[in-house]
């Protein structure tokens, strides 16, 4: 799928400038555009993707702080400008556009779900936002301002791509060890997905394409994304039990949110050399899927790669009632009842999706 991303804040741009590098490095060429926007000039520095610094007349280059109100009025303000930024190759040759954010922040937190709202305005392709969940131990500002985020972003956006930065950090890393591990994760995930259907090796008939990628994602609301890998023997007979044991893996312990397995719809995408493939084993896989995510609407394809491994990549759509974000919006409302500001708890009732704009 040919997308233009649009990273918005700080943790945004990282994982823009990320999700670009891992594309450009194994040569899929999906990604045809990425721009990082923030209203701190800061952070904008260290980036090798194209750079927009927004708000200078309001924080003057020095960001939002934690105000994600503030972070949209400036999206706002500035969304004419963004996307002159992008519109040549918004228009000539993506064929979906990528938002990324941290929604616990303030520039990307509110700043995404409102270029989500002004991009969906003007083009038809679907607008996509991938949203970073704070970490349990990020403190209350975090998970308040995500929350309200997230319920905007859901709702603005074509689907919201769900990454919990508690899901991929890995046991005793630090904050910033822990940062560079779950955006290589992120990209790499997110990276193959985009490309499903893009620069790969070999032609056939089961070959996943984009139009799965957005039929999956067409119901809306919030979807997530995992992947689990192993080696695979030269004989696909022998493989039938590799492509179930890795889409199990993928499914159960790798999703970009856990424990959020039922879904309105899902996508398997089995990776791997074609002539290692085996028929019967991904269409076993598919069905357990279908299984498990109690969806009738799985649909499946093959990402041919010139690899000793297979690789199983599930996305699931409509995760929206899960135990995970249930239990997400709850620690949203026991921060905005601690912190006692202005936000109201109650906002944060799963079922209505209202929220920061
Ligand atoms: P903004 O610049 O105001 O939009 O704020 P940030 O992008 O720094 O958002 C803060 C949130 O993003 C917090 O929940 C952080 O944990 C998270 N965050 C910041 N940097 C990174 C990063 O490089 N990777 C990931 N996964 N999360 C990050």
Redesign the pocket.
């Known amino acids: 799928m040919k997308v233009v991303l649009i990273g918005?804040?700080?943790?945004?741009?990282?994982?823009t400038q990320s999700l670009a590098e891992f594309d450009y490095d194994m040569g899929f060429n999906a990604v045809r555009g990425a721009l990082a926007v923030?209203?701190?000039e800061a952070?904008l520095h260290n980036l090798d993707v194209d750079t927009a610094l927004i708000g200078g007349d309001r924080v003057n280059g020095h960001?939002?702080?934690?105000d994600?109100e503030l972070?949209a009025q400036i999206m706002e303000e500035n969304a004419t400008e963004v996307l002159e930024n992008m519109d040549g190759r918004i228009s000539t040759e993506a064929e979906a556009v990528v938002i990324v954010?941290?929604?616990?922040?303030?520039?990307?937190?509110g700043?995404a779900p409102m270029l989500a709202r002004e991009l969906k305005r003007i083009y038809e392709i679907p607008v996509y936002l991938l949203g970073?969940?704070?970490?349990t131990d990020?403190g209350g500002l975090?998970q308040v301002n995500?929350g309200r985020s997230l319920k905007t972003a859901a709702r603005e956006a074509d689907s919201l791509l769900l990454?919990d930065?508690d899901a991929w950090r890995g046991a005793g890393d630090s904050?910033s060890e822990?940062?560079?591990r779950?955006?290589d994760a992120?990209s790499q995930r997110v990276g193959l997905l985009l490309a499903a259907g893009e620069g790969v090796d070999g032609v056939g008939e089961s070959v996943v394409d984009s139009s799965e990628i957005i039929n999956t994602l067409r119901g809306g609301g919030i979807s997530s994304v995992g992947y689990a890998s192993a080696q695979a023997s030269e004989d696909p007979a022998d493989n039938v039990n590799i492509i179930t044991s890795v889409t199990r893996n993928a499914l159960l312990t790798n999703m970009s949110l856990p424990d959020a397995v039922e879904a309105k719809s899902a996508l398997l995408v089995i990776a791997g050399d074609p002539e290692r493939l085996s028929r019967k084993g991904v269409e076993r896989a598919r069905r357990w899927v279908e299984d498990q995510t109690g969806s009738i609407e799985v649909r499946g394809g093959d990402f041919p790669l010139a690899s000793e491994k297979i690789a199983a990549l599930v996305v699931l759509s409509g995760v929206e009632q899960s135990g995970r974000v249930n239990q997400f919006m709850d620690r949203a409302s026991e921060a905005a009842k601690s912190q006692g500001g202005t936000v109201d708890p109650d906002e944060f009732d799963n079922d209505d999706l209202d929220g920061l704009i």
Not at 101 to 109: C, Q, R, V
């Open positions: 918005v804040g700080q943790a945004g741009g990282k994982v923030n209203s701190a952070d960001g939002v702080g934690g994600n972070g954010a941290g929604l616990g922040g303030g520039t990307g937190s700043g970073i969940l704070p970490g990020e975090y995500a990454v930065n904050v822990g940062f560079k779950i955006n992120i």
